[in-house]
């Protein structure tokens, strides 16, 4: 059982296309990271939510505790933002631990 | 700033020896954590460090996986007797949150090969 879904697992756009890739977890959580990893390897954390909407140019995150979801949006797709997007998750009641989703591979085409 | 520094980026080496890995977090971080990325688990966290002092090591596979953080500007994942199993990328991450739910700055990660 997986405590947080990804969907897509795969998406390939074209530039310029607006892009939403899904997060849906089923614990009660207290907080929710999007993280970014490029073809290199190194990850980077996009935003952390725990309620409501966050915005950093061209992404946009956002998160509905009571549906238990969460969406990460990149507006005008570059091919530059090619790279896995991972949800992870912490739980509210489980101490400190953390629940990773599998990832979104991103393929942006020029 | 300088962020998270991991060393060794690449280590190979073979099953038995034991391997150790180093993470220096950036400066007034105080919270540190060990991940591990596999292609069939993902990320993992192994172990969270707040204030030098291990919080949760819950994740840590089994007794041959063993982390300290000695001060605040130094942490090290050793394995002893590494497996192949344990083949995997080791990241090393920091927050200054008091908790976990700060932002995350990771390292470049350690890339462990155990042949």
């Known amino acids: 059982k997986n405590e947080v879904e990804q969907s897509p697992q795969n998406l390939t756009a074209q530039e310029g296309e607006f892009i939403t890739i899904n997060c849906s977890y089923s614990v009660g959580i207290s907080a929710l990271h999007w993280l970014q990893q490029h073809p290199g390897g190194g990850i980077v954390s996009l935003f952390m939510?725990?309620?409501g909407k966050k915005k950093h140019g061209r992404l946009i995150a956002t998160i509905n505790i009571q549906e238990k979801h969460s969406s990460l949006h990149i507006t005008a797709s570059h091919p530059r933002d090619s790279a896995v997007y991972i949800c992870?998750?912490?739980?509210?009641?489980?101490?400190?631990?953390?629940?990773f989703g599998t990832g979104t591979s991103l393929t942006v085409i020029p | 700033d300088a962020g998270v520094i991991q060393s060794p980026r690449h280590e190979v080496t073979e099953m038995g020896q034991e391997v150790t890995l180093r993470c220096k977090p950036i400066?007034?971080?105080?919270?540190l954590f060990w991940y591990r990325q596999t292609m069939m688990r993902g990320l993992e966290l192994l172990i969270y460090?707040?204030?030098?002092?291990?919080?949760?090591d819950s994740g840590m596979p089994e007794d041959r996986f063993s982390a300290k953080m000695p001060n605040a500007s130094f942490s090290t994942l050793k394995i002893q007797p590494s497996e192949p199993r344990d083949s995997a990328v080791y990241f090393c991450?920091?927050?200054?949150?008091?908790?976990?739910?700060?932002?995350?700055?990771f390292g470049e990660g350690s890339r462990l090969t155990v042949l």
């Open positions: 991450a920091s927050s200054t949150s008091a908790g976990i739910t700060g932002e995350l700055f």
């Open positions: 992870a998750v912490h739980p509210s009641n489980t101490g400190n631990q953390f629940y």
């Open positions: 939510l725990s309620s």
């Open positions: 400066s007034g971080h105080n919270s």
């Open positions: 460090f707040n204030n030098n002092v291990p919080i949760d």
